[in-house]
């Protein structure tokens, strides 16, 4: 089993940044990928960014792509989405997510980040 606790969510006003962290904890040997989604009111869970393990190759929602990079330290079992140039339609509670193969396996409870405008 693995655990993931979230983060570094708050209220920011539009323009502003946050950097979400993500800590894994348990079987974390088994890592392949681990990602960022989010999920607004009334709205399907949406796939932001993930980053593999081993190779760091990431890859990015259009959506937010040059405004958010995800990155991970492998020695604190951490991945990171650090989210600039804010915008109202980014109000969302964001998960992060860990993929031993190509599925996502487990999923951490979520943290919210509101954007002012």
């Known amino acids: 089993q693995v655990q993931l606790v979230e983060s570094g969510g708050g209220l920011v006003q539009a323009g502003g940044s946050l950097r979400l962290s993500c800590a894994a904890a348990?079987?974390?040997?088994?890592?392949?990928?681990m990602g960022w989604f989010r999920q607004a009111p009334g709205k399907e869970r949406e796939f932001l960014a993930h980053i593999t393990w081993i190779v760091r190759s990431t890859a990015y929602v259009d959506s937010v792509k040059g405004r958010f990079t995800i990155s991970r330290d492998n020695a604190k079992n951490t991945v990171y989405l650090q989210m600039d140039n804010l915008k109202p339609e980014d109000t969302a509670t964001y998960y992060c997510?860990?993929?031993?193969?190509?599925?996502?396996?487990?999923w951490g409870q979520g943290t919210q980040v509101t954007v002012s405008s």
């Open positions: 997510a860990l993929a031993s193969r190509s599925s996502w396996d487990y």
């Open positions: 348990g079987r974390t040997f088994s890592i392949y990928k």
